[in-house]
């Protein structure tokens, strides 16, 4: 008889050699079962820690890129307001300039015009004196200042 020992001690008697080969192939055979289930169980462990290590990895580079992107966003927010405050006030510098040009040259039109009626005037009053007619009759005169002419007007008033 061939004597085994299990793995508390205790002896295993078999009468047959066959029995006792069977038994040392099917413990090699739910040794290398359980082996096999537990590499799976390890690999598939594996697996998912590297894919949680991959979704945390892209996560945070998901996030990295929205904060890069929501901060260019913004820079270009601030860039697109600070053109549009320099073309405003380009703006109401060149409105300003014009406006001033438009009233220096109103004025200098009815200025240029006050003095042609001046000249006139003292040409009338010039030759009025010329003839000597202070006692044949008076003068009156009236002015109108528009936005494009300046008129004047004489009336030679007999008493």
């Given at each position: 008889m ?15 050699a ?14 290398e079962?359980?082996l ?28 990295r890129a929205w ?26 510098n ?42 044949c ?12 002419h300046?008129q ?6 007999n008493?």
């Amino acid at each position: 008889m061939n004597h085994l020992k299990t793995s508390h001690g205790d002896p295993i008697l078999f009468e047959d050699a066959d029995e006792v080969i069977e038994l040392k192939r099917k413990k090699k055979q739910n040794l290398e079962k359980s082996l096999k289930k537990k590499t799976k169980a390890a690999t598939e462990i594996q697996a998912w820690w590297r894919g949680t290590l991959v979704r945390r990895t892209l996560l945070h580079a998901a996030l990295r890129a929205w904060i890069i992107q929501r901060w260019w966003r913004q820079t270009l927010v601030n860039l697109l307001q600070k053109k549009r405050r320099e073309a405003l006030v380009t703006y109401a510098n060149t409105v300003r300039a014009v406006v001033k040009i438009q009233s220096l040259v109103r004025m200098w039109r009815i200025h240029w015009r006050y003095c042609q009626v001046l000249n006139a005037i003292r040409v009338i009053q010039c030759h009025w004196e010329c003839q000597n007619c202070y006692t044949c009759a008076l003068l009156r005169g009236h002015c109108v200042v528009t936005a494009t002419h300046l008129q004047f007007h004489i009336e030679i008033i007999n008493p």
